[in-house]
């Protein structure tokens, strides 16, 4: 059966043994196993209601059976959680020289997982290709087959228009711009195809694994760009356009005399990046051309490389100390290739982020590294698909459809 949302989901006031079973699925998602009896105690429906809608559940394998309660008297009532394991989710993570592929349970359980040698330069066709000839191989690996598929999640290096998965002038991204994303992966994998900003599935799935109690979370990831994915009130914000949280693109005060490749001075992007740490460190005599040549000199103990990197941390803060004031975050993530850096880059945004924001914005405001690391995308990417396929709309869908 598909969990292809296809279908306008059910009148919840229809009546009927299926209608909102959707909504009693969201509680079973937590994966506690309850009985029947709990299901409709908690939920003020009747047990046959609950009963029905328990069955449908059960038919769709999206909810099992998970032992027995005890018993008060007589037959021990049965107990049922959800079912992560009743589909499969390929969870892709296009960077600008890489791509990630990986299958997830409908938890975000990696099941298996390759890492490919691929420049997104190369342009959507040869990419998305490789992502769909490695996500067949790797959910035969995984033991599953295209049946099981949920959904696929992709990342991309980029502006994306969430509603469409269509690239929006990539900078690093030729011949992505306005390309059909979501329909040239449907041509092999026919689900649902979710696409976004890699920096908010990054967000996502850092969020989502490791700090899920903070409601106001930002994830910044200094690599060869620097972007941040923005959690307000616990919803991913992408702005009117997909372009919100692109910092690297704001102006940092020492830079007016540094020119970006998007056209403007003093960009962070242009001062704080891996190419641009790089940069200024050739000036100074020390050989770098890339991000990964930056990091391999600071695990040498190269004082220009460590000091570099510190100020990159303090141009980070800087813009940093304006978005705390502004959005009030509790936590701030960094990730990236160049967070692999640890205290060195920290040191530098802690150093400017509490000097230059409000008593009362950092009162509480954590500032730590990545703790998901370069698996954030594939979590994000994961849990894109799943927020999607197991909302209570599209359980509704799928079950009328079935029935």
Known sequence: MSLTPDKSPANPDSGGGLARAGDLFQLLRDGQARTRAELALTTGLARSTVAA???????????????????????????????????????????????????????????????????????????LDSVVEEGLALLDQAGRGPQDLAGVGIGLPGPVEHATGRPVKPP????????????????ALPVPVLVDNDVNIMALGERTAHWPDHQN?????????????????GELQRGANGTAGDLGHVRVPRGDDVLCRCGNYGCLEALASGPAIAAELTRQGVPATKGSDVLRLVAGGNVQAVQALR??????????????????????????????????????????????????????????????GDQAAILGASQLVTQYVLSPAAIEATLQAAG
């Open 172 to 187: 690093i991204m030729p011949g992505w711009d306005g390309f059909d994303v979501v329909r040239y992966v449907q041509r």
């Open 217 to 233: 979370f930002l994830f910044i990831k200094v690599a060869t760009g620097i972007g941040s994915g923005i959690i307000s009130n």
């Open 311 to 372: 100020q990159a941390g303090r141009d980070v803060g800087d813009v940093l100390a304006t978005v705390v004031n502004l959005l009030n975050p509790s936590v701030i993530v960094i990730g990236g290739s160049l967070g692999q850096a640890g205290e060195h880059l920290m040191a530098g945004v802690r150093e400017v982020v509490y000097r230059r924001s409000l008593p009362l914005a950092t009162s509480h405001l954590r500032i730590a590294l990545s703790v998901a």
């Open 53 to 127: 809608r328990i069955d449908a559940l059960i038919a769709s394998g999206l909810v099992g059976a998970a032992g027995e309660a005890n018993s008060s008297g007589g037959r021990p009532p049965s107990r049922f959680a959800f079912n992560p394991a009743a589909r499969a989710v390929l969870a892709v993570d296009v960077g600008a020289t890489h791509v990630i592929v990986a299958v997830t349970d409908l938890s975000g359980r990696v099941l298996a997982e390759q890492r490919l040698a691929q420049d997104v330069a190369d342009g959507p066709e040869p990419v």
